[in-house]
């Protein structure tokens, strides 16, 4: 199964695209930082 191609390669880095309306409303930045700091492999690779 070939893998689906990103709108945009930016799309690799922000999961939760604004303009896609992913975005719950009580969406907040703590909430955003700790899905981060559980799932680090979503900033890509590391520096």
Do not use: K, T, Y
């Not at 303009?19 to 900033?43: K, V, Y």
């Amino acid at each position: 199964m070939d893998p689906v191609p990103l709108r945009n390669p930016e799309d690799a880095f922000h999961p939760h695209d604004p303009e896609s309306g992913d975005i719950p409303a009580d969406h907040s930045d703590s909430d955003h930082i700790r899905h981060l700091e559980e799932h680090p492999w979503l900033l890509g690779p590391m520096r």
